[in-house]
T-cell receptor, first 111, second 112 residues
Framework: GDSVTQMEGPVTLSEEAFLTINCTYT??????LFWYVQYPGEGLQLLLK?????DKGSNKGFEATYRKETTSFHLEKGSVQVSDSAVYFC??????????FGSGTKLNVKP | DTAVSQTPKYLVTQMGNDKSIKCEQN?????MYWYKQDSKKFLKIMFS???????INETVPNRFSPKSPDKAHLNLHINSLELGDSAVYFC???????????FGQGTRLTVV
């Protein structure tokens, strides 16, 4: 079945460091891919998405490119801030609109 | 205006009790979901409804029963609560095919 695998955390970075959170997926067909962010005590918010191969999703300085050949959707940001500290979830949705989430990666950014 | 709202935000109850969590979305979406997030933050789908009809029912104990009175509401009833039911439950909604899911703020259920 479909699934999403993302790197385990926590990831601890200093402010202004470069961030990469790896995400790979297994799917039949052509899923849509997403990154969601969950701040402490809150629900999940969509960070960015890509709906077809080679699409790049971007928002708030974060980027991820839909790579069909490597079945990946890695999240990157050039310079993280303390306010980026949160849990990040990679997800896919299949043709039945069923969402599969990775296990989440906690990011801690220190001043 | 809150797009997906669920109540209550916190729920503390004793083992064996029956409780309900309510969810409403004002986005006009046809599809609604319930997800369970465990203590390790892992999210697992429980149910999905499309226009009031059940379309996904994962391996969830029969004690959990969703009810959708209309396509804007999807409530979750839990009977005979157990300690292992303690988790954060998220409601979500989406439109079909490729669009994102919108999540509520979550209900933290604690069974004591």
């Amino acid at each position: 079945g479909d699934s999403v695998t993302q790197m385990e955390g926590p990831v601890t970075l200093s402010e202004e460091a470069f961030l990469t959170i790896n995400c790979t997926y297994t799917a039949t067909g052509y899923p849509s891919l997403f990154w969601y962010v969950q701040y402490p005590g809150e629900g999940l918010q969509l960070l960015l998405k890509a709906t077809k191969a080679d699409d790049k999703g971007s928002n708030k300085g974060f980027e991820a490119t839909y790579r069909k050949e490597t079945t990946s959707f890695h999240l990157e940001k050039g310079s993280v801030q303390v306010s980026d500290s949160a849990v990040y979830f990679c997800a896919l949705s299949d043709i039945f609109n069923k969402f599969y989430f990775g296990s989440g990666t906690k990011l801690n950014v220190k001043p | 205006d809150t797009a997906v709202s669920q109540t209550p935000k916190y729920l503390v109850t004793q083992m064996g009790n029956d409780k309900s969590i309510k969810c409403e979305q004002n986005l006009g979406h046809d599809t609604m979901y319930w997800y369970k997030q465990d203590s390790k933050k892992f999210l697992k789908i429980m149910f999905s409804y499309n226009n009031k009809e059940l379309i996904i029912n994962e391996t969830v104990p029969n004690r959990f029963s969703p009810k959708s009175p209309d396509k804007a509401h999807l409530n979750l009833h839990i009977n005979s609560l157990e300690l292992g039911d303690s988790a954060v439950y998220f409601c979500a909604s989406s439109e079909p095919l490729t669009t994102e899911a919108f999540f509520g703020q979550g209900t933290r259920l604690t069974v004591v």
